[in-house]
């Protein structure tokens, strides 16, 4: 499986049988410009939504016509199982963001986890619910999701093999936002490989939970 990393909270999954997944594209210039990543040009065959909101749903603007997957419950498509859970992008139930799709997905014989605009800590029905997990994908930023602090203790919970940060500040993000820096900080198992894409086999997993930060592609 390879996972490219676009910024904010998009991803490209391409499985080894060359099945594609985007997950959360955001729209290049949303909020008055204050997010500024580039256009997402490739093909995908399925595209995943956690929530509308600009920066999480822009499919329109993808080229091609992907299936596109939105909300809970439990599919198989093009060969990938996918399990929606719902849960909400704030700490109050959804009253002030409304409500948040966390997406689990089979590929590759892998178990990838988005958790979408996670915006508290997860009860113990929605962890049986995404059940275990290889690779993580986890908003640190705070603010508008879980925080840096939130992101830690949801890690320690979900306990992954390899997690993924994302949806934190960059130059190309105006949101009031954390750098990834306040995530990793003081964590000793973090890899910056400078690179947007990376290759996960199930056989070379890490035995510990391992972070990777990769850079934005665009």
């Known amino acids: 499986m390879k996972i490219k990393y676009y910024g904010h909270a998009a991803f490209l999954i391409t499985s080894d049988q060359g099945t594609k997944i985007i997950l959360d594209p955001y729209e290049p210039g949303a909020f008055g410009g204050q997010l500024s990543y580039g256009k997402i040009n490739d093909q995908a065959d399925l595209v995943l939504t956690s929530h509308d909101h600009a920066d999480h749903n822009y499919t329109k603007g993808l080229p091609g016509t ?51 605009d996670l915006g508290h800590l997860l009860s113990d029905k929605e962890l049986a619910e995404i059940g275990p997990v290889d690779i993580l994908l986890i908003p640190v930023g705070g603010f508008f999701t879980i925080d840096p602090k939130e992101a830690t203790r949801v890690s320690e919970l979900i306990k992954p093999k390899v997690l993924i940060p994302m949806h934190f500040k960059t130059e190309k993000c105006g949101f009031p936002i954390a750098p990834v820096e306040d995530f990793i900080k003081g964590k000793t198992n973090t890899k910056r490989p400078q690179v947007s894409e990376a290759t996960f086999d199930k056989g070379t997993l890490p035995k510990q939970m391992e972070i990777v930060v990769l850079e934005h592609a665009l």
């Not at 809970?72 to 093009?78: A, C, F, I, R």
């Open 66 to 116: 992907p299936q596109i997957v939105k909300g809970s419950g439990s599919k198989t498509t093009k060969g990938i199982s996918i399990r929606g859970v719902s849960t909400y992008h704030d700490p109050s139930k959804g009253s002030e963001r409304g409500a948040n799709t966390i997406f689990t997905l089979t590929i590759d014989q892998l178990q990838l986890c988005h958790l979408g």
